[in-house]
């Protein structure tokens, strides 16, 4: 089993950023593949971002290239997003999620994971 944790959500205004963070506990986190994925009001969730189990490999959707930053830290059992130049399109809950078996490729697809963590909400006023 692993538990996730999100964290650093709020509300900013469009054209600033936050970080996101995302405390793993449990079996070994280096041994999974992370990724980030969001859900906004009235819309499926979306694949954000993966990075792969010792940090070299990421992969990014096409709508954050660019402006998002995914990262690790295995010593300290986390995952981060880093968010730059938000616009309110970008409003959504975040999950982080984990996959034993996944690629940074293969996690576009929900189906790879296999723990997720619980979603903190990110807020863009325009």
């Known amino acids: 089993q692993v538990q996730l944790v999100e964290s650093g959500g709020g509300l900013v205004q469009a054209g600033g950023s936050l970080r996101l963070s995302c405390a793993a506990s449990?079996?070994?986190?280096?041994?999974?593949?992370m990724g980030w994925v969001r859900q906004a009001p009235g819309k499926e969730r979306e694949f954000v971002a993966a990075?792969?189990?010792?940090?070299?490999?990421?992969y990014y959707a096409d709508s954050v290239k660019g402006r998002f930053t995914i990262s690790r830290d295995n010593a300290k059992n986390t995952v981060y997003l880093q968010m730059n130049s938000l616009t309110p399109e970008d409003t959504a809950v975040y999950y982080c999620?984990?996959?034993?078996?996944?690629?940074?490729?293969?996690?576009?697809?929900?189906?790879?994971?296999?723990?997720w963590g619980q979603g903190t909400q990110v807020t863009i006023s325009s």
């Open positions: 449990g079996r070994t986190f280096s041994l999974y593949t």
């Open positions: 990075i792969s189990r010792n940090g070299v490999r990421t």
């Open positions: 999620a984990a996959s034993a078996g996944g690629s940074v490729t293969t996690l576009r697809s929900q189906r790879e994971y296999d723990y």
